[in-house]
């Protein structure tokens, strides 16, 4: 069966020449289904495709890769568009059946299951997808096969969602070849570590995934398989020189961790140019992880990314569902850089009940020496999440935001944090932050690139300029004036 798979992206700036800029970007769903799919013997293919103008690279993909399957994958902000290029492509090829799955699929197939679909994947989708093609294969109409939604003119056919899987070792390594001529620069990598997170934090979309299915949530894959895969990955790509640990929390399994650490310390030792690696790491309350960081450190590690979101502890506590205190942060913060780690911090704004006082708070911790880079990115509510409840709850109304900038615009209109001061401050972030430090260029700076961010006519508009090198040229000259400006911290935007 020969089948196409749509990946829609409205990030990576500054623009990359290629729609994606690095690896680390890939979508592990993706790339995981079309391993299964090509260890079933299927033929895969992929188009990415960047908001704006699509019909054309459509076009070249169907002609290319004539698919009899196409697959589309949506988190909720991507699901639109999403639903435009398959709106398209249903004209484009009548015969090839429609199949859609993600988060946003999952958390809500009673919206999504409709045209232009044939197919609604509810969950976890390697097997799923896999007995879907094979029927495809025999020339069935599918139906009663676990994990699907069926849509068609007499109707949906909802069959029950399959259990999450438990032998994530036993999964193809995800397909990175497909890849290749869609991403500009091969050297830095991601591996998915884990699935699934014990936190119920509101306003992120696991609380409510770990109730699609039976079975256990948090998955580990067996260290030497993480291993493995990250010898096959540099095998494949040898100018590799990065990778990145995706992993909700990494601690979640604190032996694990441990032995994670101390066989990436013997892969590097066992290397000539050591790789360096990242991951991301969640604060416990009243404990720290000194040993912990001092190993991945050890093992090549250079930074952790570590979500504040809040730095009021009534926001966190109250509206967040996250316990840990400021004096947590800062003494896991002190703890990294201790052992050689640096800290980049995540932050929200525009959170309901979140008032400009509240902020200030979040400014205040992100000002913390110990914190090398601070991201910040306004709050919006995923359907199904906790958050998105309360939202309904108190009557605020969440737009569906075609354009995909859902964390660079504040459409909430929250009567304690007006839209207007929520833009206002996501611009000024960087420079409340680097306070009387930074200077006008850095807020200037700040200002525009978060402004180009909110606004994808805008965007697109400097990735045009980008490509005829001006705009390089110009943040060449302002990286020149801004390292002239001493002894300031860096901060930026980001999600
Ligand atoms: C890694 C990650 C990323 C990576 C990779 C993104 C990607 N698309 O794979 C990066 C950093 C690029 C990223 C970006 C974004 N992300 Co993200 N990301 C995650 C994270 C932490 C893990 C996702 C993952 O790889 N899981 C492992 C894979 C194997 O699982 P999966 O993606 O769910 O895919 C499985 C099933 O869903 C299903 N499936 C998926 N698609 C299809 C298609 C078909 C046809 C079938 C049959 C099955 C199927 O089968 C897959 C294999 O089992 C999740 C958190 C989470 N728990 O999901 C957030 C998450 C998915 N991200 C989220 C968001 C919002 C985003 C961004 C919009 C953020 C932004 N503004 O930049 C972008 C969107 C990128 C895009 N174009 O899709 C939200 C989505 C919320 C929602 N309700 O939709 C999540 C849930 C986090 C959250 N805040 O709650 N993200
Ligand atoms: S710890 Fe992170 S991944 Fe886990 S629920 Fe909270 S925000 Fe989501």
Same mark, same amino acid.
């Given at each position: ?253 604190? +032996? ?7 066989? !990436? &310390?013997? $892969?590097?030792?066992? @290397?000539? %140019?050591? *790789? ?44 967040? +569902? ?7 942060? !800062? &003494?896991? $913060?002190?703890?990294? @850089?201790? %052992?050689? *780690? ?62 995909? %900038? ?90």
């Amino acid at each position: 069966m020969r089948v196409l798979h749509v990946y829609t992206v409205s990030e990576s700036l500054p623009a990359p020449s290629k729609p994606i800029a690095e690896f680390i970007e890939i979508s592990f769903s993706v790339a995981y289904l079309a391993a299964a799919l090509e260890r079933a013997g299927h033929e895969n293919s992929l188009v990415v495709l960047r908001h704006g103008r699509f019909k054309s690279e459509v076009d070249a993909a169907i002609e290319r890769s004539r698919p009899e399957l196409i697959c589309f994958t949506a988190v909720a902000t991507e699901y639109p568009f999403v639903e435009k290029i398959a709106g398209y492509t249903r004209q484009r090829c009548p015969d090839a059946y429609h199949a859609v799955g993600g988060t946003h699929p999952i958390l809500c197939p009673g919206e999504v299951c409709a045209e232009p679909w044939d197919a609604v994947c509810i969950g976890e989708g390697e097997a799923a997808v896999v007995e879907l093609a094979a029927a495809l294969d025999r020339g069935e109409r599918p139906a009663g096969i676990a994990g699907w939604w069926f849509h068609d003119a007499a109707g949906i056919e909802r069959n029950p969602a399959r259990h999450f899987e438990q032998e994530l070792d036993s999964l193809a390594f995800p397909d990175r070849s497909l890849w290749r001529e869609w991403i500009a620069d091969a050297r830095k990598h991601t591996i998915l570590i884990a699935r699934g997170c014990p936190f119920p934090c509101t306003y992120c979309s696991n609380h409510a995934l770990s109730q699609t299915a039976e079975g256990k949530f948090v998955r580990f894959r067996a260290v030497e398989c993480v291993v493995a895969e990250l010898e096959r990955l540099c095998e494949e790509f040898p100018e590799a020189t990065y990778c990145y640990f995706e992993v909700e929390t990494i601690t979640s399994n604190r +032996k694990w961790a441990f032995e994670f650490a101390q066989r !990436l &310390e013997e $892969f590097n030792a066992g @290397r000539a %140019a050591p *790789l360096e690696f990242a991951t991301n790491f969640r604060v416990h309350p009243g404990k720290r992880f000194p040993d912990f960081f001092a190993a991945l450190a050890r093992a090549g590690f250079s930074y952790l990314r570590i979500g504040i979101e809040s730095g009021s502890e009534r926001i966190r506590r109250e509206v967040l +569902k996250r316990y840990e205190s400021n004096q947590d942060l !800062l &003494e896991t $913060f002190e703890d990294a @850089r201790n %052992a050689g *780690l640096s800290v980049y911090a995540y932050n929200l704004i525009g959170i309901p009940g979140e008032t400009p006082e509240d902020f200030m708070e979040t400014v205040e911790i992100n000002r913390s020496s110990v914190i090398a880079r601070s991201y910040i990115g306004i709050f919006y509510p995923y359907p199904g999440t906790e958050l998105a409840q309360v939202c309904e709850e108190r009557g605020i109304v969440v737009p569906r935001l075609e354009d995909c %900038a859902e964390r660079f615009r504040a459409r909430l209109g929250l009567p304690e944090f007006p839209d207007r001061q929520v833009e206002r401050l996501f611009r000024d972030f960087s420079f409340l932050v680097a306070g009387e430090r930074a200077g006008l260029f850095e807020r200037a700076d700040a200002f525009l690139w978060q402004t180009i961010r909110g606004y994808p006519a805008l965007e697109r508009i400097a990735r045009r300029l980008r490509g005829t090198g001006l705009l390089s040229g110009l943040r060449r000259v302002g990286a020149g004036l801004r390292a002239r400006i001493a002894g300031l911290g860096s901060s930026e935007s980001g999600a």
